[in-house]
């Protein structure tokens, strides 16, 4: 059975970092493309990143990145470990959300950030920035 744990959240002052990380198993990760996800109450669960799985070349870039977070945030994977790790630098208050991990079978990740191409998803793990 699919199975995604995240770790790392916390509290952290405004232009802080954090790092997340996420560990999945009983999928075919290698194959398989992850993304990071966040929800603040009241509103719908938005992408933040995304990374392809499978063979990697120099000609495309395996991350994506939606604008709020590009410049900011890192995404990457170890598919030894069987993790995804999201790197967020200079965290500000807006950053501010319970931050999900998800998977999807496909080494290529969809163009849009959409949770609904996800089928697989941790429990959430809450990320504070304080000003």
């Known amino acids: 059975m699919p199975q995604v744990v995240e770790s790392g959240g916390g509290s952290v002052q405004a232009g802080g970092s954090l790092r997340l990380s996420c560990k999945a198993s009983?999928?075919?990760?290698?194959?398989?493309?992850l993304g990071w996800f966040r929800q603040v109450p009241g509103k719908e669960r938005e992408g933040v990143a995304l990374i392809d799985g499978g063979i990697t070349t120099e000609y495309k870039d395996p991350a994506t990145y939606s604008d709020s977070v590009k410049g900011r945030f890192t995404i990457s994977r170890d598919n030894v470990k069987r993790t995804v790790d999201l790197e967020m630098n200079r965290l500000r208050s807006e950053d501010t959300a319970v931050y999900y991990c998800?998977?999807?079978?496909?080494?290529?990740?969809?163009?849009?950030?959409?949770?609904?191409?996800?089928?697989?998803w941790g429990q959430g793990t809450q990320v504070t920035v304080s000003s």
């Open positions: 009983g999928i075919t990760f290698y194959y398989s493309c």
């Open positions: 998800a998977a999807r079978s496909g080494d290529l990740c969809p163009s849009e950030l959409d949770p609904k191409d996800f089928n697989f």
